[in-house]
């Protein structure tokens, strides 16, 4: 059975005026994507995962459409063929600043769904209470303000609002990070279970390795507005091929091991993305660095399965 394709990215970069000559004109740039090219499919789980800078952030808003590409395309199609622009919703980082704080909860999940159809208040409660259900919410509560809930129903409730508007795909930015660590496997294996239920899509955005190993089905790991490498989960991070998705599994603190173990490929900071390296991007901190890292660097698929930007792959 051939897989369905919801989203295309192809060659997309994005950069943004980071300084101005005496006409005004932008003489200085930060470029945040450099080159992505990615596919996302029908009912599976995206992971995203990369230090800070690295351009998740940027890729979350391009895909919810609050960035357009500066070169590239970007092509999101439905299941009948054609493209799309509202079939996308998001569940944030901090459910408490995330929900308005003057609207009782029944109004919070229904708001995309109002927006689209207007529909009337009677059938916004009923779907409220539908949702609300579905994502361990009580019924009575839907009445209720988000400051007289707790940090894992509020984010409940914002998975309820994702849900309302039966989006293609669903980003998820960090969905549990502000979250208490018992709570965090509620909220996880309640957004699994809705998968199944639901055929959902995901997008995942994390700091956190282990969550994106137990939601993920395939992994893209980012450097520098570009991904250096992207496969099926348990591949990417059991056997990474790219040294930066070594590095990255390396800083991850473990029981036992002291924090200067594994470090010895660490040579220095994430450069800054206003002068982009010339050749490999992680050239620079690379401990194999040598001939041919000079040049640019191409995502290629290897026979281990996985795509990997590194020519000694």
């Given at each position: 059975m051939m897989e369905e394709s919801l989203l295309e990215l192809q060659d997309v970069r994005v950069h943004f005026p980071a300084g101005y000559n005496w006409r005004g004109k932008p003489n200085a740039f930060v470029h945040a994507l450099n080159g992505l090219d990615l596919r996302i499919m029908r009912g599976e789980t995206l992971g995203i995962v990369g230090e800070s800078g690295c351009g998740k952030s940027t890729l979350a808003q391009l895909l919810m459409g609050l960035q357009t590409p500066s070169s590239g395309r970007l092509l999101r199609i439905r299941q009948d063929g054609s493209w799309f622009g509202s079939g996308m919703q998001m569940v944030f980082q901090d459910p408490q600043s995330s929900l308005d704080p003057r609207l009782p909860v029944w109004r919070i999940i229904t708001e995309p769904v109002y927006v689209q159809k207007h529909n009337s208040a009677a059938e916004r409660r009923a779907l409220a209470a539908e949702l609300a259900a579905q994502v361990g919410i009580r019924a009575g509560y839907l009445?209720?303000?988000?400051?007289?809930?707790?940090?894992?129903?509020?984010?409940r409730i914002s998975i309820a609002r994702a849900?309302?508007?039966?989006?293609?795909?669903?980003?998820?930015?960090?969905?549990?990070?502000?979250?208490?660590?018992?709570?965090?496997?509620?909220?996880?294996?309640?957004?699994?279970?809705?998968?199944?239920?639901?055929?959902?899509?995901?997008?995942?955005?994390?700091?956190?390795?282990?969550?994106?190993?137990?939601?993920s089905d395939r992994v893209a790991v980012m450097y520098l507005g570009q991904i250096v490498e992207?496969?099926?989960?348990?591949?990417?991070?059991?056997q990474p091929q790219h040294p930066y998705t070594r590095l990255l599994l390396d800083s991850v603190p473990r029981v036992g091991r002291s924090l200067a173990e594994g470090q010895a490929d660490r040579k220095s900071e994430l450069p800054s993305n206003r002068h982009l390296p010339q050749g490999c991007f992680f050239r620079e901190r690379c401990p194999y660095a040598g001939a041919g890292c000079q040049l640019p660097q191409e995502l290629r698929l290897n026979a281990s399965g996985t795509s990997v930007r590194c020519h000694r792959v």
């Open positions: 009445d209720r303000l988000p400051h007289e809930f707790s940090g894992g129903q509020r984010q849900l309302s508007s039966e989006p293609d795909i669903i980003v998820l930015d960090e969905p549990t990070s502000a979250l208490d660590i018992s709570v965090q496997a509620q909220i996880l294996n309640l957004l699994v279970a809705l998968q199944r239920q639901r055929n959902l899509t995901f997008v995942l955005i994390s700091h956190n390795v282990s969550v994106i190993r137990h939601m992207l496969g099926p989960a348990q591949r990417v991070l059991g």
